[in-house]
């Protein structure tokens, strides 16, 4: 797989990471609304967002090796 396949795959994931954030953020305000306990959906988007730091991490390395390429 080429870097720039890499990087376009590592976008989507960031993507698909953050809207799954949005999404657990939601579940979150609807248990807190609802009077449920949130420690489990809270933990899970602690969880997402540690996992999206990586992803962009990832993609920074992959952007970094694409520029020494050209360099």
Do not use: P
């Not at 248990?31 to 988007?45: K, P």
């Amino acid at each position: 797989m080429t870097r720039q396949k890499h990087l376009a795959q590592a976008d989507r994931l960031i993507a698909d990471c953050m809207n799954h954030i949005a999404l657990q953020r939601e579940i979150i305000t609807t248990e807190y609304e609802q009077d449920l306990a949130t420690d489990a959906a809270e933990s899970m988007l602690r969880a997402l967002e540690e996992s999206l730091r990586a992803l962009e991490r990832h993609r920074q390395y992959i952007v970094d090796r694409l520029l020494w390429r050209v360099e």
